[in-house]
């Protein structure tokens, strides 16, 4: 079983800068595929970012391109998000997921690729 915690969120303004961490007792982290979603109250759980795990390519979804920037340290088995010039919009509960590379299909944005959670970290962004 994964275990993963999420740690980083809280209330900022419009503009403010956030960063958030998922943490993993895993020791293989290195083969996990790990992705960074949000979810809105009364909306869908959306892609934020990706990346492999040799973290050379990372992935963004359209709504935060040039504003978040995800990282991994597989020595460290942690995984962030740098979220800079943050918008009221971009307010949720920000969840860490990761999958086995052993199942990993590739579909880095869909939600149903990952089988490990975390809790989920609030992010409120005022205006």
């Known amino acids: 079983q994964v275990q993963l915690v999420e740690s980083g969120g809280g209330l900022v303004q419009a503009g403010d800068s956030l960063r958030l961490s998922c943490a993993t007792s895993?020791?293989?982290?290195?083969?996990?595929?790990m992705a960074w979603f949000r979810q809105a109250p009364g909306k869908e759980r959306e892609f934020v970012a990706a990346?492999?795990?040799?973290?050379?390519?990372?992935y963004y979804g359209d709504s935060v391109k040039g504003r978040f920037t995800i990282s991994r340290d597989n020595a460290k088995n942690t995984l962030d998000l740098q979220m800079n010039s943050l918008k009221p919009e971009d307010t949720a509960v920000y969840y860490c997921?990761?999958?086995?590379?052993?199942?990993?299909?590739?579909?880095?944005?869909?939600?149903?690729?990952?089988?490990?959670w975390g809790q989920g970290t609030q992010v409120t962004v005022s205006s």
């Open positions: 997921a990761a999958e086995p590379l052993t199942n990993y299909r590739g579909s880095f944005w869909s939600s149903h690729e990952y089988r490990y």
């Open positions: 990346i492999r795990w040799s973290g050379g390519s990372t």
């Open positions: 895993q020791r293989t982290f290195s083969n996990y595929a």
